[in-house]
């Protein structure tokens, strides 16, 4: 457990999920060693100031000299661009890798600029929180939370070698590990991620420019429900920009399912149907019960003393 | 503040709020005593067996008798049979009020079945969990929450003292107080709540339906943002059914407008507009900073340690 992985990694962008992975390799020693690059020079200066480095740059071609791991933590937007702006500089078997919540096309930009001789594996930590920057960060962010591989399904044995070596990094980095077709992550993240986050954004704005209801009192009375939104819609703007167009197939295509059941859901509600609504509702709830079976809770400490988060109940 | 408010407290339906009223009540020397009528026998044991009554039966009338305060803590629906089964009952001069989530339709149903010499005060306690019965509740639900009373806008003196007893009331389990018009109270609460829990109840279900999807997927990766939709949407089925079905033209109108935005959103990703969306995304994070702000994280002490909720965040 103690031997590096990997002799350097490069990490490009040190944000929330850049900083936590300098900190979880380190604290792990899952690396050698570690450069940090990003093109904030404020940012440059915190990653600095909190030690997250042996190097930290704003030259990509310098963090990613020599490394055997280079990770893109950026917005999913950029990403083709910065592949291509360090594909001149990568090691050859080197292993290519990032973090964004889109598969599909980043899988499209490794493949458009990627030298050949680098093994280039997308890749996801299903992890994060609402803040943002370099400080933000922490070594436990990834712990007992899933990452996603979506390397090529076609692959040699070098390449398999390749995919192994980045699973046992995650794992080491306390991470469940899962690999997975590009196009499969991307639907199933639009579902589990992408469409929360589009519905959360959409129902704090539209709580926003209600002219009968302030927004004084939309925040005072939000424990009802709508604070669990309103921290969803906290998350950074520009990353998820990036994430609803690189994934628009699929978001999409979901919002259709989602937005044909409102209208069911609405007529049932006008026409009084309480049947129809209770069986809904009673269905949603076993659902629940199936996410906490699975575990889905049990990184999360204050589940269970959080008692703040939605309505009343009653005794039926 | 040692001196009880009301010598004896009824409370209809014991479920998490009806067992957290006793228990805040008595904690905080609220009442001088307290009776509890529910329907359920085995809520009625589970009752008995926590303590939480002086008395506990399954008589109404019993119950409600000499009683200076009786608060309906059952499913909005039921509200209006039970008003009516207790009304030749009522002490003159008793206050009678609610915890329910629409408050118009309970206004009404006091109209219609109270006896003249009560004071129908109804109220609700912005205040849950998504557990339910006897044995979910705790005494400091109500800490730093806010209750909101909706009594009739014409009132006498006498009628004023009994709004301002049961404010006091209120404030000693540890709530704010808000007075506000009925019609208004269930036009924020569409917004805050009822909305956010329409539209959660929605996603799961829309989530559990899709066929390239697996369930176990969706549980599997809900830390995604889809995680929090779970949790809403595991309230109580028949509490909610009543709450849509009563509070309709304004669960309907906001539902609407939220409807109008979701298909502007949807074009502005169809159209790839990404500065329409980081706009939008950018304003929905200085909502979140004002209910921090507000500071209705506060009676949340985990807030700020669940790092788990939502989707990485990475560098702009």
Redesign the interface.
Known sequence: MTDPLYDKMAVI??????SSLARAARAHGAVGSIAIA?P?AH?RERATALGLGDLVTGDLAEAVADADLVVL???V?VMEAVAAAIAPHLKPGATLSD?G?VKGAVAQAFARTAPAGVFAIPGH??????????D?G?AE?FHN??T?LTPPAVRDAAFDTAVDRLTRFWQRLGAKV?VMDDR?HD???A????????????????????E??T???????????????????????????????AN?DA??E??G???E??QA??RA??W?E?DK??E??????E?????IA?G??S????FG????????????
Chains 1, 2 share one sequence.
Request: proline content about 6%; glycine content about 8%; charged content about 25%.
């Open positions: 962008g040190c944000g929330l999920i850049g990003d904030d940012v933590a950026t917005p937007g973090v919540s930590p299903i992890a994060g929180t609402e803040l943002s920057g370099p933000a922490f962010l939370r899933w996603v899962e499969h639907l199933v993240l579902v589990t991620s992408h469409l929360p986050h589009l519905i959360a954004y959409n129902i704090v704005g539209t709580a926003a420019d209600l009968e209801v927004q004084a009192e939309v925040m005072k009375f939000s424990a009802g429900g709508f604070r669990d939104f309103t921290r969803i819609a906290a998350s950074d703007p520009v990353m998820w920009r990036d994430i609803f167009i628009k978001v999409l979901t919002l399912r989602f937005t059941d409102l859901l609405s509600i006008r009084g309480a609504l209770q809904l509702f009673t269905r949603t709830r659902i629940r019960r199936g996410v699975l889905q809770e990184a999360e400490p204050n003393r959080d008692r703040s988060g939605s309505e009343p109940d009653k005794p039926a």
